[in-house]
Nanobody
Framework: QVQLVESGGGSVQAGGSLRLSCAAS????????MGWFRQAPGKEREGVAS????????YYADSVKGRFTISQDNAKNTLYLEMNSLRSEDTAMYYC????????????????????????WGQGTQVTVSS
């Protein structure tokens, strides 16, 4: 079992920045793919960014490329999502997730899905961007 706890959400004006954190505990070694997903009211959950812990590869949704950065601090067992140049359309509940994929390619593929193949989830943290 892996436990995930997100933090760092909040309200910010368009153009601003936030950094989300996801503290992982438990059997963290069992998960090699970690990701950030988001869900806005009335919309489906979508993948934002994923990180393959086996080699450090990172993947991003087209909508956030160049603005968001996913990273991991192994010593702290924490996953981060640095969000810059925020837009009103980034407003959503953001979730951290983890799973086993066995390859960076599969970790990348899962980002394009709605997270249904991820085994562990945090409770979410709200990000609100006002224009």
């Amino acid at each position: 079992q892996v436990q995930l706890v997100e933090s760092g959400g909040g309200s910010v004006q368009a153009g601003g920045s936030l950094r989300l954190s996801c503290a992982a505990s438990g059997d963290t070694y069992s998960s090699d793919c970690m990701g950030w997903f988001r869900q806005a009211p009335g919309k489906e959950r979508e993948g934002v960014a994923s990180f393959y812990t086996g080699g450090g590869s990172t993947y991003y949704a087209d909508s956030v490329k160049g603005r968001f950065t996913i990273s991991q601090d192994n010593a702290k067992n924490t996953l981060y999502l640095e969000m810059n140049s925020l837009r009103s359309e980034d407003t959503a509940m953001y979730y951290c997730a983890a799973t086993v994929t066995g390859s960076s390619g599969y970790c990348r593929l899962l980002l394009s899905r709605n997270g249904d193949r991820f085994s562990y989830w945090g409770q979410g943290t709200q990000v609100t961007v006002s224009s």
